[in-house]
C-alpha cells in the first residue's frame, strides 16, 4: 500500500491505455509517455501493460506503507527517498515508511512512478487508465487526491539497476543542433490539401509554441494561423492520439492520450507514434517544429524504440538472473 | 501517398487517407443519408474481420480503421476498403426504438433561440420539427456513449457555433449541423442545446456499457416547453 501524501492537479494512475471501445465513444487514454511508463514497468520486471502514477505536477509525495521496489521514469528531476536523493530511471527500494518525493523536473514534463507488481485499482472496461471525462478507471475515476491509498500488487524486486533514458539513448529526430525546439515528424492527413499553399508551407516552417491551453487531453499551439481554401463543415469522423487538427481560428490543436473519440475539425496532419512521446515531455512554452515524413519512414522510426526496449529487456533479465544466482535468498520475492 | 486522393472529395468516389501511420479514414462520397451509413456499417463489420484491425471508429458516414501495427502497404489496405464499398450491400441493423422525453426551451435548452434565427423559424416550429422525426444511431463517438443521430429535418440543421459552451449538461438534447444528439458528459460543447432529456448514456460497468448500439431508433417528445 502507499499514501499520498502530497499532490496538486491532474496526477493519475495510467497504464498503456484502454483499447477496443472506441465505438462507444471512449478514448484509450493511458499513459502520454508510453514509453516511460513501458521503461518503468520493464526494469521492475512488471507486465507492460501493469499501472502506474503519471505525475503532471510537483511536488509528488507518497509514502509506502510496506515494502516495496519502484522506479521514477520520464523526467529528470529531484527524486528523494527520506530526503536522500536516488536515480531517476532505475530501481530503487523503500522500506515500509519511507517517504518517496518527486520534485520538478529539470528536463520532462511528465514522470511516472512505477512500482513492482504495478498499481492494483479494478480494471474497468480491460484497463486501469484513468478515463477523466467518463469519470472511470484508475483511482474512482479521478485524479490522484492527498490521503488517497493505493494497493500495489506485489512485493521488492531486486534493486540498484537502471536504464538510460530514451531522450539519451534514440537520437532526435532532424536534429538541427536547435537544443530548444522539438521537431516532431508528421504525415499530412486527410484535409491538407484544402489548406492554402501558403498555410501547408507556414505548416512545416512555423516554430509553434505549446500554450497553456494544453493538457492530457490536446496541445494548443500557438503561430500565425493556418487558412484553408474556403470554410468547411466536416461530418464527424474518429480521431486518434497525434491527429493535428485546425479548429476555425486557425491555430493547430495537437490530440494526445485523453482525445476524444470523435471530431469536427480539418485535419492537416498526423504526428507519427514513434515521436509523441517527446511532445509529452515538452512543457507549455516549448517551440516545436513539424518535419514532413511519409508512412515508410513514420513506421521505420519506431524500430529504434522497439531495438531500444529489447535491449532494456534483455540487459534487465541478465542482471536478475546474475543478481539470483548471486544471492538465492535475498533477492527479493518476485516470482 | 494517400492524401492525393482528397482532390476527388467533390466526385463519386470515397476518400482514404492515413492518419499517422496505424490510422486510416475512409469517408463515403455524397450526402449524410441512412443508405450511406448502411454501407458504413457494412464496412465495418468486413473490416473487423481484417486480422491487421485493432479498433473500428464509424463516423458518419465514414469509418477509421486503427490497426494493431502499420500496414506495410496503406494502398492495398485502402484498395481493399474501396472493392468492399463497392460490392457490398447495404447493412440493415433492426435496433431498438428509444421513447425519450425532453423539456424543450428554458436555460437547458438556450440555443433554441439561435436555432430559431438560424433557421427562419419561431422556436415552437423548431421543436415541432425536432420531435416529429424519427432518429437513427449511426455512430458512437466523442463522449462515452453519445450518439451521432441521423434524422434531423434539414429545415433545422444549425452549424456548430463559434464559441462553445463551457458547461452543457449531461442529457442535453442538441443540433450540430445535420446531426442531432443528446449530449453524454457534463462539459464544453459546440453544439446548439434545444433542450433537455433525463437519460443515462453511458455507465461502465453496466453491460453494454452503451445505452444506444448503432442501428437504433430514438423518438423525442416534449415533457415540457419553455419558450
Redesign the interface.
Known sequence: MITVLETSALNTVQDLGR????????GTSGAMDPLALQVGNILLGNQPGDAGIEIQTYPFVIRFEAAGSFAVTGVDAAVELDGHPVLPWSVEHAAAGQVLTVGPPRRGARAYVCVAGGLDVPL??GSRST?L??G??GLSGRPLEVDDALKIAGGPASSGYGALPPAAALSRPCDRGEGNVVTLRA????????FTGAARDRFWQTEWRITPQSDRVGYRLKGDPLALQRPI?L??????P??VQVP?AGEPIVQMADA?????YP?IA????ADLWRLAQARIGTRIRFAQC??SQ??AA?QPIASYLDDLRMMVALYRGSVQRRAPLTSGTQA | ?L??A??H?ASDLP?V???????M?F?APGE?TLAQQRQIWALMEEAGGRSDV???????????L?FSV?P?Q?RKVADWLRHAWETLPERHIKGRLFEVGVRYGGALGEDLAHVAAHTGLSPSDVISIHHAGEYTVC????????G?LHGLDPRIAT??K?VPSLKMLAGTVTI????AGIS??T?PNGWNSIGFAEVAL?D??RD???LFSIGDRIRFHPESIEL
Open positions: 483499447s477496443g471501445y472506441r465505438q462507444l465513444g471512449v474497468v472496461l478515463q471525462r467518463g472511470f478507471g504525415i499530412p492527413a486527410t484535409d491538407y490539401h484544402l463543415e461530418r464527424s469522423y474518429g480521431i486518434v497525434g491527429i476555425p476524444n473519440t470523435a471530431g469536427g485535419r498526423g504526428v507519427i507514434e511519409d508512412h513514420g513506421v519506431m | 501517398m492524401a492525393e482528397v482532390t472529395a476518400v487517407s492515413m492518419i499517422g501511420t496505424r490510422a479514414l469517408e449524410f485493432q479498433e473500428l471508429i464509424p463516423g458518419v458516414t465514414n469509418l477509421m486503427v502499420p506495410e496503406p455512430a458512437l463517438g466523442s463522449a462515452p456513449g453519445f451521432y452549424p456548430r463559434a450540430g449541423g445535420m446531426q453524454a458528459l462539459g453511458f461502465p460497468h453494454p456499457p452503451a
